[in-house]
Nanobody, 122 residues
């Protein structure tokens, strides 16, 4: 059974840090280009970052570049998002998914998980 389980969200003050995890199962993780997306209340889902199958290539959305770092551990079928210098506008539900397409039209291949809520207080 395919699963995408996001975790690590919470309440943090502006300027703080959080590390999100995406645990996966049911597909060949090491062959998947993976990405993080986020969705704030009342807004469309937004691309955050993507990472290649081996992890040697990454790409970030303009709003998070320089503050967030995406990584993966193919031995654990898990992807991570280190978020530093958090801002109130980073408040969203964060989701992970293997992706297709190309920027700016990345799309999630699998059904979306429940996500993990990040709330940044100003």
């Amino acid at each position: 059974q395919v699963q995408l389980v996001e975790s690590g969200g919470g309440l943090v003050q502006a300027g703080g840090s959080l590390r999100l995890s995406c645990a996966t199962s049911g597909f060949t993780f090491s062959r998947a280009v993976m990405a993080w997306f986020r969705q704030a209340p009342g807004k469309e889902r937004e691309f955050v970052a993507t990472i290649s199958q081996s992890g040697d290539s990454t790409e970030y959305g303009d709003s998070v570049a320089g503050r967030f770092t995406i990584s993966r551990d193919n031995t654990k079928n898990t992807m991570y998002l280190q978020m530093n210098s958090l801002k109130a506008e980073d408040t969203s539900v964060y989701y992970c998914n293997p992706i297709g397409g190309s920027r700016p039209n990345y799309y999630g291949i699998l059904s979306w998980g429940k996500g993990t809520l990040v709330t940044v207080s100003s």
